[in-house]
């Protein structure tokens, strides 16, 4: 028997003791967004430092300033910096994960209390399980094991648990740069398990993301509001000048209308054509999960291509209208529509800036109108693009197929994880995002839950990618 | 000396002692949507009739029935109906008004109490001054002052005092329908004051209002909100669909794109062209008003026909969408936008509704989308036109030439006052609008006033206008 079969043998052994523990911590209310519970979130970090620190790693509690929530000054949870391990003849692996959760009450419809862990079929439900409570105590539990058993961890080990994940990370940006040449330093690779599988049943590895740039496209008019049966039809009202402009952003079939913004997009490549083969990924599951039919695409392969490669465009909202329930006859006097863009490679956000500002001035210069147009562009971060054929992304298909049995799918996904590029920009080496549960957890939903065996094969999978890494030349070009 | 010229005087030599009667009123803050000062609107009630009593007034106080406020179920205000004078060889006026104000708060800006009357150069500043507790005093005023210098007031007067108004008449439409034949029975014309001048200097009468027709055009997509970096660009975005059509309704010259709207529309006459000639109207003064020169036409007369009688289109908000500051990336399930006409005569409010349905529904086919669209018609209300030529208003013209030395302008109003409708139609009588207050006094506004000129003046107008209708034959046809 390998070690790592003695590894896997040993966590099969201890699956009721591991789910004890997650119950114990899904069981601390660590909501990040909420200051009257900032204490619960301080008491996560400290249960995480503690235990780590039961078992020899030398951490480091960085506290990294001070915020405003809901009229208080809080102090920022602490980022708990960590290493396991000091041989310089081993590879070091960063991990990172989340010790905060989403907000959760029974009354938003639960069927169970959400930070009571309960075990519903094959299910773990509570808050946290799988976003991002599970992963985080999956890689204590690795260590822990291999450390119980006698079984020597093949690399060195460092980690970076932070608080604020689910409210924007705040503080966390300005801890990787500070330490980047310090804590982190000696880092070959980077791991992230916080994210999902493209479906239900296969595991899989993720190599990239899309960026964001968000817009507010104002109008202003007169100073004040004004009643609609004395000025309508005798003013420039904001608010239609909005529509129309809103209107000439997308089609509504998702094309972008803005001149320019397709030039830059990556063209799609035969060799990437063949990743989309057997993916787990079907429309009628899909339009199951959304309760309506209402996916514009008909073939598979061209909904998750402008999930994951090709820009899109959505309309969030409107500031400064009427928004309640029932009737009121007002013409808003200054009106913000709220769209984004997310990007892919080659987007540059500058660029994109650009052309979705000169677009929208020369579209408002056609209305004629006597109302002032702003663009303002309120944050531009960057898509994320990883060759799966990385070293470090071999080692990660090699531990899924020992546990799993299976190749994993290889995916993006169409949102941002923004750590991810802070730690590749800032330590100048690959990360890998090697999601743990599936895709129905529910991560920011009611019920959410991890399926047991993604919890229990995910405990193997994080141990299997760390003998895998050993045992992988990281400077080899893919 | 006339008798009418008698009673000037007696307003003239009581000026002070009536701005001491309106400071108390104005102390009372009657605000009717306000749960927590729904013991000063009774207040207010009360104290009328009270002074309408002590002078020999007949009164019934009409306690409407309940509401919900605030989460709280609330007796509405009562109507208080009231007669003075039963003589069968006078002619009987009915004149209503409310005791009820706007919310008011020294925080929104104002300069001084909002609660307590203050007299800065000329003005009379404080909430309800102007709307509607000037008016509404007025004709107390009036009456108390033909009593206490023994003239006799030529007409029986009804009145009408509602609680309610800035609430929506929550009530009062059953009142009238039920009193219509009893205690409003004999009413020959009806007076309202409740209105203001097109200007600030010069006096007018009122004889039309444009109705309103409220939708709301709701979108429905997927069964919950959606993550914009997951689904946008893959699924039909409510929003998307929403500000297609929104767009599709009006130009930004307020021109409506609705097929067939303006086909109802009354056509201009000569005769009414003149009724537009020396006005006292400038878009100087509008655009001043407005802190920006957002005036769509450049004659006058055109904004004043698409205030009074063209029909209108106004946007006025989008209800399900993120409306907070800052950002979401959030892909709203289900929209509502919010729109309404505002309508003239001849068109139907059925016949609006229809076309206004179908051009939405054959713009939606159009899109193609896979959500689903739906138009709710929420409230119609119908416009008032009554001819200018009528005894009442010869009447109401004479009184002003009187009081004011100068001729009325005829205005009609962009807004509705849905009263008007409903004493038209279930007294079967001639309703005139008699404004008291100027364009400037910022009836819903911070820092309302009344001018001290208007308010004095006004209480000679409605008096002399009660001496004009004794004397004129309100059966002759115009």
């Not at 398990?193 to 740039?213: A, E, F, I, M, Q």
């Not at 049966?229 to 079939?253: I, Q, S």
């Not at 803005?258 to 060799?271: R, S």
């Not at 209208?321 to 200054?334: E, L, N, Q």
């Given at each position: 028997?390998?070690?790592?079969?003695?590894?896997?043998?040993?966590?099969?052994?201890?699956?009721?003791?591991?789910?004890?523990?997650?119950?114990?911590?899904?069981?601390?209310?660590?909501?990040?967004?909420?200051?009257?519970?900032?204490?619960?979130?301080?008491?996560?970090?400290?249960?995480?430092?503690?235990?780590?620190?039961?078992?020899?790693?030398?951490?480091?509690?960085?506290?990294?300033?001070?915020?405003?929530?809901?009229?208080?000054?809080?102090?920022?949870?602490?980022?708990?910096?960590?290493?396991?391990?000091?041989?310089?003849?081993?590879?070091?692996?960063?991990?990172?994960?989340?010790?905060?959760?989403?907000?959760?009450?029974?009354?938003?419809?639960?069927?169970?209390?959400?930070?009571?862990?309960?075990?519903?079929?094959?299910?773990?439900?509570?808050?946290?399980?799988?976003?991002?409570?599970?992963?985080?105590?999956?890689?204590?539990?690795?260590?822990?094991?291999?450390?119980?058993?006698?079984?020597?961890?093949?690399?060195?080990?460092?980690?970076?648990?932070?608080?604020?994940?689910?409210?924007?990370?705040?503080?966390?940006?300005?801890?990787?740069?500070?330490?980047?040449?310090?804590?982190?330093?000696?880092?070959?690779?980077?791991?992230?398990?916080?994210?999902?599988?493209?479906?239900?049943?296969?595991?899989?590895?993720?190599?990239?993301?899309?960026?964001?740039?968000?817009?507010h496209l104002q109008?202003?008019?007169?100073?004040?509001?004004?009643?609609?049966?004395?000025?309508?039809?005798?003013?420039?009202?904001?608010?239609?000048?909005?529509?129309?402009?809103?209107?000439?952003?997308?089609?509504?079939?998702?094309?972008?209308?803005?001149?320019?913004?397709?030039?830059?997009?990556?063209?799609?490549?035969?060799?990437?054509?063949?990743?989309?083969?057997?993916?787990?990924?079907?429309?009628?599951?899909?339009?199951?999960?959304?309760?309506?039919?209402?996916?514009?695409?008909?073939?598979?392969?061209?909904?998750?291509?402008?999930?994951?490669?090709?820009?899109?465009?959505?309309?969030?909202?409107v500031e400064g209208?009427?928004?309640?329930?029932?009737?009121?006859?007002?013409?808003?006097?200054?009106v913000r529509g709220k769209?984004?863009?997310?990007?892919?490679?080659?987007?540059?956000?500058?660029?994109?800036?650009?052309?979705?500002?000169?677009?929208?001035?020369?579209?408002?210069?056609?209305?004629?109108?006597?109302?002032?147009?702003?663009?303002?562009?309120?944050?531009?971060?960057?898509?994320?693009?990883?060759?799966?054929?990385?070293?470090?992304?071999?080692?990660?298909?090699?531990?899924?197929?020992?546990?799993?049995?299976?190749?994993?799918?290889?995916?993006?996904?169409?949102?941002?994880?923004?750590?991810?590029?802070?730690?590749?920009?800032?330590?100048?080496?690959?990360?890998?995002?090697?999601?743990?549960?599936?895709?129905?957890?529910?991560?920011?939903?009611?019920?959410?839950?991890?399926?047991?065996?993604?919890?229990?094969?995910?405990?193997?999978?994080?141990?299997?990618?760390?003998?895998?890494?050993?045992?992988?030349?990281?400077?080899?070009?893919?």
């Open positions: 028997m390998s070690t790592v079969e003695k590894y896997f043998e040993l966590v099969d052994q201890s699956q009721q003791q591991f789910i004890e523990t997650l119950r114990e911590i899904v069981g601390i209310p660590s909501v990040s967004s909420d200051a009257s519970r900032r204490s619960d979130v301080v008491r996560m970090g400290e249960w995480l430092q503690a235990r780590w620190e039961a078992i020899g790693a030398v951490c480091k509690r960085v506290d990294p300033g001070k915020q405003m929530l809901q009229g208080q000054e809080l102090d920022l949870p602490p980022v708990i910096l960590g290493q396991y391990g000091n041989d310089p003849s081993k590879k070091t692996v960063l991990v990172y994960g989340h010790y905060d959760v989403q907000p959760a009450l029974l009354e938003d419809g639960w069927e169970t209390d959400p930070f009571t862990l309960v075990e519903k079929e094959d299910k773990l439900v509570g808050r946290g399980s799988t976003d991002d409570k599970g992963p985080v105590l999956g890689w204590l539990l690795c260590v822990e094991t291999h450390k119980q058993a006698g079984i020597e961890l093949p690399v060195n080990l460092k980690f970076c648990w932070e608080g604020m994940e689910e409210s924007g990370s705040e503080g966390l940006d300005a801890v990787i740069v500070a330490e980047a040449d310090k804590w982190f330093k000696g880092t070959d690779v980077v791991c992230i398990s916080d994210n999902y599988w493209l479906g239900t049943k296969k595991p899989c590895l993720t190599h990239g993301l899309r960026g964001v740039s968000y817009f109008v202003e008019g007169p100073g004040a509001d004004l009643h609609s049966g004395v000025f309508g039809g005798t003013v420039h009202e904001p608010m239609v000048d909005l529509v129309h402009l809103l209107a000439k952003l997308v089609d509504n079939k998702g094309r972008i209308q803005v001149p320019g913004i397709y030039d830059q997009v990556m063209p799609v490549t035969e060799e990437e054509e063949r990743t989309y083969e057997g993916l787990e990924f079907s429309h009628s599951a899909l339009s199951s999960d959304l309760k309506r039919d209402i996916v514009i695409h008909s073939d598979e392969r061209d909904t998750l291509k402008h999930r994951w490669r090709f820009p899109t465009l959505s309309i969030h909202g209208a009427f928004y309640s329930p029932g009737d009121k006859t007002v013409i808003p006097a200054r769209f984004s863009l997310r990007t892919v490679p080659n987007m540059e956000p500058e660029k994109v800036a650009q052309l979705v500002t000169r677009y929208l001035e020369d579209e408002f210069a056609k209305l004629n109108s006597k109302n002032k147009m702003t663009v303002i562009e309120t944050h531009a971060g960057r898509w994320w693009y990883s060759s799966p054929d990385h070293p470090n992304f071999r080692a990660g298909a090699r531990a899924t197929e020992k546990v799993y049995g299976v190749k994993p799918d290889l995916t993006r996904e169409g949102g941002s994880i923004p750590v991810t590029l802070t730690f590749e920009e800032n330590l100048g080496v690959n990360v890998l995002l090697l999601p743990m549960g599936a895709a129905d957890d529910g991560a920011h939903s009611i019920n959410e839950k991890i399926d047991k065996r993604n919890f229990i094969q995910g405990i193997k999978l994080l141990g299997a990618y760390l003998h895998e890494v050993a045992e992988t030349d990281m400077t080899a070009t893919a």
